[in-house]
């Protein structure tokens, strides 16, 4: 998707963006904060902010966090938390002078990159101590029987909406499996997981999440088709639940 349209998409989603997104719980964000102070982090400037589900709780923990954006709608989200130090911005063409905080932090915003040397490099430049993700990595070993299930809520929903008329994205891999490879392809420096845990969650909720427009992939498609193909996934889905492990970790590009 260009990147005006990606733009357009998240103002578009920003109305239902928290509901539809879990939040981080105490204990990781109390993980990523000792990790960040061990570093001598304090000013952080955040690629990505969005709605300022991390940035809020950093600055709860005493950091100076700055947010930077391309959605005004977000933005908007994020100013009405109390967040002052806003910036409507592009990643591969950042507004501050060089070394001007002691990290740039990407959460979870690498998957959305259709440039991400050159947005790891441009954060490189402002961060005095590099760069900082948080990310999912690949967890060790064999998959588990859950992530093999057939029941992937996002593959049965474009199955039904393919159905309708409407084909599945041209890269459909989820955010998490796109955010690994892209590890693999610029690894960092420095891996620290910060939460490791099983997560148990019920399929439908997935399903939530696309038909309330939480996801940029069927914004374009009419609400009644949604509805009709997010019913059609729920009664094939039913009250299955699935356990996966949700693996967070800061990485670190280092200044070079």
């Known amino acids: 998707m260009p990147r005006n349209e990606v733009v357009a998409a998240f103002d578009q989603i920003s109305a239902v963006y928290d509901e539809t997104r879990d939040p981080l719980d105490s204990g990781t964000l109390d993980a990523i904060s000792a990790d960040l102070r061990s570093r001598g982090i304090r000013t952080i400037l955040e690629v990505g902010v969005g709605t300022g589900r991390i940035a809020l709780p950093l ?11 391309a959605s005004r709608a977000m933005l908007s989200r994020a100013h009405s ?12 063409r950042l507004p501050f002078e060089d070394g001007a905080f002691d990290t740039a932090l990407f959460v979870h915003v ?5 440039n991400v040397p050159g947005a790891l490099s441009e954060a490189e430049r402002v961060g005095r101590s ?12 064999p ?10 809520p996002r593959r049965i929903m474009y199955r039904y909406l393919e159905k309708e008329g409407y084909p599945p994205p041209a890269h459909p891999a989820d955010p998490r499996s ?14 620290v997981v ?3 845990r099983e997560v148990t969650e019920h399929l439908a909720k997935r399903i939530e999440m696309l038909e309330r427009r939480g996801s940029r992939h069927t914004l374009h498609i009419p609400a009644e088709v949604v509805q009709r193909a997010a019913a059609a996934a729920r009664a094939e889905i039913g009250d299955r639940t699935f356990t996966y492990r949700r693996i967070e970790a800061l990485a670190t590009w280092s200044k070079r």
């Not at 600055?59 to 954006?69: A, C």
């Not at 938390?81 to 591969?92: C, E, F, T």
């Not at 690498?110 to 259709?114: E, F, Q, V």
């Not at 590099?130 to 070993?141: A, Q, R, Y």
């Open 194 to 196: 910060v939460s490791d």
């Open 81 to 92: 938390k109390g967040i002052a130090r806003l910036v409507r911005g592009d990643a591969y």
């Open 110 to 114: 690498l998957h959305l990159l259709d």
């Open 59 to 69: 600055l709860q923990r005493g950091f100076e966090v700055t947010g930077l954006d």
């Open 130 to 141: 590099g760069v900082t993700g948080l990310v999912h990595p690949s967890p060790s070993g």
């Open 178 to 191: 796109r955010e690994r490879l892209l590890l693999a392809e610029h690894p960092p420096d420095r891996l």
């Open 143 to 152: 998959p588990t029987p859950s992530e093999m299930s057939p029941y992937n």
